[in-house]
C-alpha cells in the first residue's frame, strides 16, 4: 500500500499544459491518441468491475442447475459443488507517452489487479449448502509497451496504428484457502480467472480513427487486436476490443461521450493440472465468448495542481449483450476514474 501512496505522489506532482476536454477519447479507450514531436503524457487509471450471478452459454442458470454439472476433473464429487455468487475487480493502471517525432508516440503502461470472489461450496453427497468463503488475489499483471504510427492526417480526420507487445508478470501459482465439499478448509491452487498473470507474452496491434464534424461534435472508431506469441502450461485466450464512441464538447473545459465495445476472446490455451477444484472456474472452456458494453463518459479540464490544466474522466460503462462461453459469471457495471496530464 505504501508502494501505491508513492506512485500517485509521483504522478501529480508533475506539471501539464492543457488543451481541450474533447481531445482525448472515453478514459476506458487506449492508446486513441498520438502526441507532437518531444511532448510527453502520463496517465492514471482506475477502475473497479462486478459480476454476480451465472450464465450458460449466454442463458440464466441457478444455483441449483449448476450443481447437476459434471465435474471435469473427478469423480469426488461428480458434479460441481462451488458456485460462485459474485467477484470483483479493482485495477490501477499507471502509463506514460512521448513522441520522438510528430509521426511516432511510444506507449508504455503498466496494471495492477486486485481481485475478490465469494462463493457458496456443497455438500458432495447431501448436495446441501455448507458454507460460504471468499478467494482473492492481488498482484502487478501485466506490462505493455508500443508505438503509435502516423498513417494519415487531414483537416477533418486522422489515422494511426499501433504495434506493441505485452508481458504478462503477474503470480499464476497463487494458492488460498477455499471451503471443500466435504466441509473442510483446505488450501488449493486457485482457479485460473484468480490468476494475476498467466506468465504469457503477446503482441498488440492497433488501428484508430478520429472523425471531426464540426468543433463541438467527434466519432471515432479503434480496433485492437491481442495475440499470443509464447506461453508456458496454459494462457488466456487471444482476444479483439473494437471501440466506437461520439463526442461532445459542452465547453472547452467539458466534454460528453457514449461509446459502444464489442469484445470476442477465445477460451483458455492449455492447463495447469494443479487446478481442479469442483468449480466452473477451474474448466478451461468456461472462459472467453462475445459480449458488448455501452459507456457514458465525460472529461472534464481543471486546474488542481501547478501548471496547465489537468484532465479528469470518468466513464460508466453497462453490458449489453452476454454471449460468454460455457458457464460463467455475469458482467455487471463497471466504472473508471482517469487522471492525465501532458507536458
Do not use: C
Request: hydrophobic content about 40%.
Amino acid at each position: 500500500m505504501r508502494s501505491l501512496q508513492i506512485l500517485f505522489l509521483l504522478v501529480f506532482s508533475i506539471s501539464a499544459l492543457g488543451s481541450q476536454a474533447i481531445g482525448h477519447a472515453p478514459i476506458g479507450v487506449m492508446a486513441d491518441h498520438m502526441h507532437k514531436k518531444g511532448e510527453s503524457m502520463i496517465s492514471l487509471r482506475v477502475s473497479y468491475m462486478k459480476m454476480k450471478g451465472n450464465s450458460l452459454d449466454g442463458n440464466s442458470i441457478s444455483d441449483d442447475e449448476i450443481l447437476f454439472i459434471d465435474n471435469p476433473h473427478s469423480n469426488s464429487p461428480a458434479k460441481l459443488s462451488i458456485v460462485p455468487i459474485e467477484m470483483s475487480m479493482k485495477m490501477l493502471m499507471l502509463g506514460g507517452m512521448y513522441a520522438p517525432s510528430d509521426d511516432v508516440t511510444l506507449m508504455f503502461m503498466t496494471m495492477f489487479t486486485d481481485k475478490s470472489m465469494n462463493l457458496n461450496t456443497y455438500h458432495a453427497m447431501m448436495r446441501n449448502n455448507i458454507g460460504s468463503f471468499n478467494s482473492s488475489s492481488s498482484d502487478l499483471s501485466d506490462l505493455f509497451f508500443s508505438a503509435l504510427v502516423k498513417i494519415n492526417e487531414q483537416d477533418k480526420s486522422r489515422w494511426h496504428a499501433e504495434i506493441g507487445l505485452k508481458f504478462s508478470v503477474g503470480e499464476k501459482k497463487e494458492k488460498g484457502i477455499v471451503l471443500t465439499p466435504m466441509n473442510t478448509n483446505m488450501e488449493i491452487f486457485l482457479p485460473y480467472g484468480m490468476q494475476s498473470g498467466d506468465d504469457s507474452f503477446g503482441l498488440v496491434v492497433g488501428f484508430t480513427n478520429l472523425y471531426t464534424f464540426t468543433d463541438q461534435h467527434t466519432f471515432g472508431n479503434q480496433i485492437r487486436f491481442f495475440r499470443n506469441i509464447s506461453s508456458k502450461e496454459w494462457h488466456y485466450g487471444d482476444k479483439t476490443y473494437f471501440d466506437s464512441w461520439y463526442q461532445y464538447s459542452v465547453s472547452k473545459n467539458f466534454s460528453i461521450s457514449s461509446r459502444l465495445r464489442l469484445n470476442h476472446q477465445q477460451d483458455i490455451s492449455g492447463f495447469d493440472s494443479n487446478i481442479k477444484s469442483p468449480v466452473q472456474t477451474s474448466i478451461t472452456s468456461n472462459y472467453g465468448g462475445f459480449t458488448a458494453e455501452a459507456g457514458l463518459g465525460f472529461n472534464f479540464l481543471t486546474q488542481i495542481f501547478p501548471g496547465s490544466e489537468d484532465r479528469l474522466a470518468l466513464e460508466i460503462i453497462n453490458p449489453i449483450i452476454n454471449e460468454k462461453n460455457g458457464l460463467q459469471m455475469k458482467d455487471k457495471a463497471k466504472i473508471v476514474f482517469g487522471f492525465q496530464k501532458s507536458f
